[in-house]
């Protein structure tokens, strides 16, 4: 076997560096633009591709019945993501531009445009410099399945697809008590939305069309279309409920915009879990190994195997076993390093836990260039941490561990003979934790991206959450956006 | 169903003729081998170079040069006997990106040497260069060939 076809030796810091600048995703959104477009020069086209930088711009589409608050929120996010909002009414209105006078002709003379006027309007606004670069925001486009594939085959797609669902009933009466600003448009409401200001209150009308039975029409017709569109977006439609706080809505729809779709980028899996003693890393580690074929590394059996195994290493950290202190942390790298070098883990990606334990090591791991790409932190409070631990109880006869609450032994008999470990008391159990979480604050700030989760659940649940954890991408943080003010202009 | 695989036929005609693959792949192993922070900085220029080599037939840097060809042609040679076979030369060729996997090569029977290989590898990379659209291929088939440091 000659050295091309044996398996390649590629350095870890190719595959952590494709990671870290999402190559994979820059190369990819590269390529579909080229197809989607063709452009007869390839390269000048992906030179202005590349300067734009604008893969990650918003590119949201939101459908929902009449009267779900769709322009509400389409203008809540526009003003908090920055991006441009794009509707029927906006298109027409359009000034400078002859498909636009004569879309408002047509729209004057039938109330309604037709499917191709109005995609083709579409297509001339985002094609415009500040769709390109701040994104935009679709209310209400596409209306019906023509619509959508029509715009499909222009190459335009967005990114999230908000569909807003509430019962018909509330619907109707709801629209009831919609009335609009004619200065600025804002739409209110007379139970839920109601200005403060008198001013406003007196200039409000209702608009035309809010009566029962022409909303149950629009209903109608709104369903029967809604039907066929949603399959020409599979993946990347996420439906909320309308019927609650508009507040809430808003922030569903945020963060949902804000999530990244999982790619099909090639991702080696280096979980680190910390948490207080007894919070259950060392099962999720088990479970995350068995699942995902990753490396269990297990810091404290890492260095009691070198122990036993009387390696060069071993006999450094031996003394330290033997007095009962803590192993510096530079002994600790260096095993640790040896152990995650090891081609095992770089192919299959591993799951560290029980280091590191502070600040400190944590700069020392980043320094060694051992960067995991997904931290979490479990939460578990002190009564779980002594319920779980102080009940631990081990067979010395057949070494079996059994727990008097979890799982508690087969017979009487066995019960009898069980024996706890001086580690597991309760003195020790919170020297330990308030060890932990004096150092935990520093370790959160130091892995920024690290999701925190709740441990005092059954362990199969926590293990989902970790799952979902690792597969998904970590979200991505639009720049400028100010996450404690919502909504936007409101005083609250 | 019918417009739909002439739009496809369509892309993959509009991906070969301008070799945006080959491209993009140099341009992804580019960005792993040498890891610059800034990944779009970096290629820009590298595009600004290409889009002047085609246009004034300046050189263009290439990945390899002779003595990588040599290095790769003793990676296939494992037992040092001085020629490698035709299925490995195929092979070579294909990791290369200088012949597509349904091309005919001829097999002559002898092994192929190592100034065959390097001989066959300059020829084909200068035929690439010669069919990419250039307002004047000729001149940069002979920047490329000063390029190919002999």
Not at chain 1, 17 to 28: C, D, K, P, T, V
Not at chain 1, 248 to 255: C, E, N, P, S
Not at chain 2, 44 to 54: D, F, H, M, S, V
Not at chain 2, 73 to 101: H, R, V
Request: some cysteine.
């Amino acid at each position: 076997m000659d050295a091309t076809t044996a398996p390649h030796r590629i350095p870890p810091e190719m595959p952590q560096y494709g990671e870290a600048n999402h190559i994979f995703e820059l190369m990819q959104n590269l390529l579909e633009q080229l197809l989607i477009q063709q452009p007869k020069d390839p390269i000048p086209f992906m030179i202005k591709h590349l300067q734009r930088d604008s893969d990650y711009v918003p590119k949201i589409v939101i459908l929902g019945p009449p009267a779900s608050g769709k322009t509400t929120i389409a203008m809540w996010l526009g003003k908090h993501l920055n991006s441009n909002l794009l509707s029927v009414e906006s298109l027409i209105a359009k000034e400078y531009s002859s498909l636009a006078a004569d879309a408002r002709t047509h729209y004057q003379k039938f109330q309604t445009l037709p499917d191709v006027l109005l995609v083709r309007l579409l297509q001339e606004r985002l094609r415009e410099e500040d769709c390109i670069r701040r994104g935009w925001i679709l209310d209400g486009i596409p209306e019906t399945r023509e619509q959508a594939l029509l715009i499909q085959t222009l190459g335009v797609s967005p990114r999230h697809v908000i569909v807003l669902s509430a019962p018909d009933t509330v619907l109707i009466e709801r629209n009831l008590g919609k009335r609009i600003d004619p200065q600025t448009g804002e739409i209110y409401h007379t139970t839920f939305d109601w200005p403060p200001e008198s001013e406003i209150q007196d200039r409000l009308i209702a608009p035309a069309g809010i009566s029962e039975g022409e909303t149950a029409r629009r209903l109608l017709e709104y369903h029967r279309n809604m039907v066929r569109i949603l399959p020409s977006y599979p993946k990347i439609v996420k439906v909320i409920t309308a019927d609650q706080p508009c507040v809430d809505v808003f922030y569903q729809a945020l963060t949902y915009v804000q999530t990244v779709h999982r790619s099909n980028a090639p991702f080696t899996p280096r979980v680190l879990l910390c948490g207080p003693v007894g919070s259950g890393k060392s099962l999720q580690a088990a479970l995350l190994a068995q699942k995902y074929g990753l490396v269990n590394v297990c810091c404290g059996q890492l260095l009691k195997e070198a122990v036993a195994d009387k390696s060069k290493y071993g006999e450094m950290i031996r003394p330290f076993f033997e007095k009962e202190t803590a192993v510096p942390s530079y002994i600790i790298m260096k095993v640790l390093g040896q152990r995650l070098d090891q081609q095992d883990c770089v192919e299959r990606g591993w799951v560290l836990h029980g280091f590191p334990r502070d600040r400190d090591q944590a700069c020392l791991m980043d320094s060694m260039g051992y960067k995991p790409n997904r931290v979490f932190f479990l939460n578990v409070p002190f009564d779980s941490i002594i319920e779980r631990l102080t009940l631990r109880r081990t067979d010395p006869v057949t070494g079996e561990r059994s727990h008097l609450m979890y799982k508690p032994p087969p017979t009487m008999e066995i019960q009898a003979r069980l024996l706890q470990s001086p580690k597991d008391s309760e003195e020790q159990i919170r020297l330990r934790m308030e060890l932990f979480y004096r150092n935990s604050a520093e370790l959160q700030e130091f892995y920024r991206q690290a999701i925190t989760l709740n441990g005092d659940q059954d362990p199969y649940t926590v293990f989902e959450y970790i799952e979902s954890g690792v597969i998904n991408p970590l979200p991505k943080k639009v720049p400028g956006l100010r996450a404690k003010e919502y909504p936007p202009g409101e005083q609250s | 169903m019918e417009a739909n695989s002439s739009r496809e036929i369509e892309a993959r005609n509009y991906l070969e003729k301008h070799r945006i693959m080959e491209l993009l792949t140099y341009l992804t192993s580019a960005l792993l081998f040498f890891r610059p922070e800034k990944p779009r900085e970096y290629l820009i220029p590298i595009l600004e170079q290409l889009r002047t080599a085609k246009v004034s037939g300046v050189a263009f840097p290439f990945f390899m040069d002779n003595s990588n060809i040599a290095a790769m042609f003793q990676m296939l040679d494992s037992s040092n006997k001085g020629s490698i076979s035709f299925i490995q030369y195929k092979e070579a060729l294909k990791t290369l990106g200088l012949c597509t996997a349904d091309e005919v090569l001829k097999d002559d029977g002898h092994g192929i040497t190592c100034e065959k290989f390097m001989y066959e590898v300059n020829k084909k990379t200068q035929e690439i260069c010669g069919k990419t659209k250039g307002k004047d291929s000729e001149s940069y088939r002979s920047a490329a060939e000063l390029l190919l440091l002999h």
